[in-house]
């Protein structure tokens, strides 16, 4: 069984390997995220680091708990998405969401990463059965499983 410090890059190679993935749809594949997608690279990048930051940490159970919150973070993200694609009159679409993470820095310096230019509605392309934001969320809870399990191993 791997150590903590193992599953922690773990998680943080599987956070920064998703955000290249959603890159490669979005470049590639011409899938432009909306503000839920890119709400959701904001909790994986942050799950990512926070897992690699507790992995290099003497003390980690600081950033794990945060690398948890990230990912419980984009739990709730995913849902809502998922919410919005199970009720087709509901819209995330242009709202005050999308020019507010349009105008933070992040946004500003990188576009082609945190820029929100889609709508949420239209996240309806499956890749193995699965719709992207479904995809996140099944990413999502195997990362806050793998993150709690780390907690709890690392407390006794």
């Keep these: 069984m791997p150590n903590n410090r193992t599953l ?22 011409d899938m432009l995220p909306c503000p839920l997608c890119v709400i959701q690279r904001y909790a994986f990048l942050a799950a990512g680091i926070f897992s690699l930051v507790a992995a290099l940490a003497n003390k980690p ?21 998922l919410y919005v694609l199970a009720n087709p009159g509901f819209s995330c679409g242009i709202d005050p969401m ?8 992040t946004a500003e310096v990188m576009p082609w990463l945190f820029r929100a230019d889609g709508l949420c509605e239209d996240a309806r392309d499956t890749l193995f059965g699965l719709s992207i934001p479904q995809w996140s969320g099944v990413w999502f809870v ?15």
């Design 8 to 29: 922690l890059l773990a998680v943080a190679a599987t956070c920064f390997a998703l955000v290249g993935f959603a890159l490669y749809l979005q470049h590639a594949k």
């Design 61 to 81: 159970k600081v950033w794990t708990v945060l690398a948890a919150a990230g990912a419980l973070t984009g739990i709730g993200y995913v849902a809502k998405h």
């Design 98 to 105: 999308e020019t507010f993470l349009n105008k933070i820095p």
């Design 142 to 156: 195997i990362i806050t499983i793998a993150l709690l399990f780390a907690l709890v191993r690392r407390s006794r």
